[in-house]
């Protein structure tokens, strides 16, 4: 079956330098969340998109935006990157279902490390 | 605000015998989702299993079962004849039935699976 992925894995940068992550969820699914994780530390929600608009925001630096496009695909630009932005970030996708949670499918993460 | 708790750190358990990993929650909402997430070292988060607040039955897949007593707002996760492969971190997370589904993770129970 197919998964989420995420593109790219690993990321390596400097600070104040820019980032886009890109990820495309499992087919026919219209919802797309994005998390990020901490050394350590448990998954945050950042953002989340439904049908290609925006549906939820949580602790999202201002510094960080998100889109998810036509082809239900969804990006994640990150400016002016600090420390203590390293970490893993994730993509999940799910199908919404009226009446029920949705499962959230993860993908493998990226890797984003700022020197 | 929706709020799960994982007081076990960490857990020891030898191959073939049963775990139980402990999670409550606390949350406003009438209807939720419940979900165990399996996270390896090489860090994917893998869905395991799924709860839904007005479910009757106790959830199973496969070796994964939930125990879910409602009354007392907990939802451990039992996993019988344990094997290496099951060292990993697990994370308890919800979410509302409504509305925006954005997951609350607890702070995780880390397995570790020995011969």
């Known amino acids: 079956a197919a998964g989420v992925i995420q593109s790219p894995r690993h990321l390596i940068k400097e600070k104040r330098e820019t980032a886009t992550l890109k990820c495309y969820p499992i087919?026919?699914?219209?919802?797309v969340y994005w998390y990020q994780q901490g050394p350590g530390q448990d998954p945050q929600f950042l953002i989340s998109?439904?049908?290609?608009?925006?549906?939820d925001k949580g602790s999202i630096p201002d510094r960080f935006s998100a889109q998810q496009f036509s082809d239900y695909h969804s990006e994640l630009n990150m400016s002016s990157l600090e420390l203590g932005d390293s970490a893993l970030y994730f993509c999940?996708?799910?199908?919404?279902?009226?009446?029920?949670?949705?499962?959230?499918?993860f993908g493998p993460g990226t890797r984003l490390t700022v020197l | 605000a929706q709020k799960i708790t994982q007081t076990q750190p960490g857990m020891f358990v030898q191959e073939k015998e049963a775990v139980t990993l402990d999670c409550t929650y606390d949350t406003s909402d009438p209807s939720y989702g419940l979900f165990w997430y399996k996270q390896p070292s090489s860090g994917e988060m893998i869905f395991l299993i799924y709860?839904?607040?007005?479910?009757?039955q106790n959830a199973t897949e496969g070796r994964y079962s939930l125990n879910f007593q409602k009354a007392r707002k907990s939802a451990n996760l039992v996993i019988s004849a344990s094997q290496l492969g099951d060292s990993a971190m697990y994370f308890c997370?919800?979410?509302?039935?409504?509305?925006?589904?954005?997951?609350?993770f607890g702070t995780g129970t880390r397995l570790l699976v020995s011969p």
């Open positions: 999940a996708s799910s199908f919404r279902t009226s009446g029920t949670t949705d499962t959230q499918y």
């Open positions: 709860q839904g607040s007005y479910d009757q």
């Open positions: 998109f439904y049908e290609k608009m925006q549906s």
């Open positions: 997370a919800m979410s509302a039935y409504t509305g925006f589904q954005k997951l609350v």
């Open positions: 087919p026919r699914h219209d919802t």
